[in-house]
Each structure stands twice: as C-alpha cells, then as structure tokens.
C-alpha cells in the first residue's frame, strides 16, 4: 500500500479510502442496497488487510448507521484507534452549517462511531443560510477541543470555497485541508475553477464517486445490480449525459485493453495522475478494493491521458448546489 500525508496536517493516509456509504441499515427512502454488518466486517476487513486505514462516512448515511457499523466493525475487529484515519460529514441535519448544528452533529457522530475523536471532518455542502465566518469559527473550535484533528470541505463552487478560507486564513481559525468533490473521467466540471482553488491553498484532493458509481468499470450503461435499479441519486448524477459519457466509456475500455489491465485501473489511475490523494471508493463487493487497490500501480502516459480527455464536453453542474 501507499501512503500520502493530508494537506499539511501530518496524517498519513492510505491512496484508497473506503466509502463507507454502502454500510449500514437499508432504507426504503434512502440507500436500500446498502450492506448489512456481516458484509461490511468482510470488507473493511479485507480492506485493512491490503493495509487501507483511511475510511470516510457521514453523519447522513443510512440515517447514522453508517458511522454505527463503521465504528463496531473497527472495535470487533481489534484495530487500535491510532492506526486508522477516520473522515465524516456535516450538514445534511437540521441547522445545516450553524455553530449549534455542528456543535451538536459532531457529538452525534463520535457517539454513534464509539470515538473520542475523528480525524477529518468534513462539511458535507455550502450552507447558504449561515454566515460562513459562523461555521469556520465552530469548525475551528472543534480541532481546538481535541475533537476533530483536521478539517475538509465537499462539494461546492471555487469562490465559495476560497471564500470559506479566506474566512479562516483573516481570522486565524483552522484552514480546510482537503477537498472531496464530484471528479471522475465522466464529470470534471471542478476543473474549471474549484480545483485550481484547492490546489492554490495546498489541499488534498479526495474525490467521492472516482469511478462514477461503476459506469467507468464496465462497457454497459448498468449492471444490474441492485444498486444500479435503486440508486436514483446515482442516476441524478449521470443519465443526462449518457450519450457523451458512453464515448468516454469506451475510450477507458480501450486503453485497458491495450494496456492489459482493468478499466479500474484506467479509471483511477487518470485521476492519481491528475494529483489526486487518496479516491474514495464505495465497494460492494471484497473483490471491488483488490481492484481498486492494484489501480495504484498503473501509470499511464501523456497521450493516454489526453486521449481519455478528448470526447469530455461540459455537462450540468452535480453536486455542488
């Protein structure tokens, strides 16, 4: 396995993360093919045994039970706190961003994890609501009671996020230190001004949804998973472009099987290559993080990459509204 630090927090982390929005109890009205806890002890076991030890949730997934099986897999399975990196969210509760909500979310979460601590907490969405100078300094108060190391920001615009820093940099709170957006092959409208922000004030990028929910694993539209029939916030994300996409698809298809190797590892590895830190992968399957983990050691060239790139045309903005 390899590892790279966070921003400049000093916390190393594995290059895969485990998504651990397929964890928890299902619900009709959210996520109902999420995995019950034996199956989510097989694959953060098997996880941990590739020697990953970053793992991010939310206080949204499963309706809390995410951050539940997560946290009593991790006890079950004896691992000491110290040797795992922890990440979840805020805001999809009530109060979204305000000092309360967080104040209160953050114990929320730590209980439900069994956790003194987490190492990376994230804001799950911009609040629009909430003066910005109001969440940071609640965020900041967080890392200075012990209870978050670092802090990170999710989906959003560029000027948002810059402004949210330059909030923290003027009042000498604590800084977002990574950034996990919506970036794939299939979706890179970040590039145009949230990730060259990011990348201006040093932060590590750990992208959600790195192979576009498994449209870029397969030559078919859908798998026929159960997931694939259920997960309509997936087919939010992707089937308006489906016609654009699919040339991409192909392009990914391709290039494995020039290079003999998966399109998993296609699909990865062009984002390890655009600088990405650590992809965070929602795995169904044990098999989904042996794949996912040997991506690491694909490199791919200059021209591979531009020819992946070439059919990409603008899409609707996901996720950051």
Request: net charge negative.
């Amino acid at each position: 396995m390899k590892y790279i630090e966070l921003g400049n927090t000093g916390i190393k982390v594995s290059r895969i993360c485990v998504g651990c929005m397929s964890f928890g109890v299902p619900f009709d009205d959210f996520q109902p093919w999420t995995l019950d806890m034996e199956q989510t002890r097989a694959i953060i076991g098997h996880a941990l045994d590739l020697g990953v030890n970053f793992f991010d949730t939310a206080n949204k997934y499963a309706h809390g039970t995410s951050e539940e099986y997560l946290g009593n897999t991790l006890r079950n399975l004896g691992v000491r706190r110290e040797d795992v990196v922890i990440a979840t969210k805020v805001y999809f509760n009530e109060g979204h961003l305000s000092a309360e909500a967080i104040k209160r979310e953050i114990d929320g979460s730590l209980k439900r994890l069994g956790m003194d601590y987490v190492d990376l907490y994230q804001i799950h969405r911009f609040d629009y609501g909430t003066p910005i100078e109001e969440t940071m300094e609640a965020l900041d108060s967080l890392v200075r009671s012990g209870k978050v190391r670092a802090i990170g920001a999710s989906a959003m615009y560029g000027y948002q996020f810059h402004n949210m820093q330059l909030a923290a940099e003027n009042n000498g709170w604590t800084k977002f230190s990574t950034l996990q957006n919506h970036y794939n092959l299939m979706y890179r409208e970040d590039e145009r001004e949230l990730l060259p922000v990011a990348r201006q004030y040093g932060v590590s990028l750990i992208p959600y949804s790195p192979l576009a929910g498994g449209h870029l694993t397969r030559t078919e539209w859908t798998s026929g998973s159960k997931r694939s029939e259920t997960d309509f916030t997936l087919r939010g994300k992707y089937d308006a472009a489906k016609e654009n996409d699919m040339q991409i698809i192909a392009r990914v298809a391709e290039v494995a099987q020039k290079r003999g190797v998966t399109m998993t590892d296609v699909a990865l590895g062009w984002l390890l290559k655009k600088g990405v830190a650590a992809p965070i992968v929602g795995a169904t399957k044990i098999s989904h993080f042996d794949a996912a983990v040997a991506a690491l050691d694909f490199v791919m060239s200059d021209d591979e990459a531009a020819y992946l790139e070439e059919p990409y045309k603008a899409h609707d903005v996901v996720g950051a509204l």
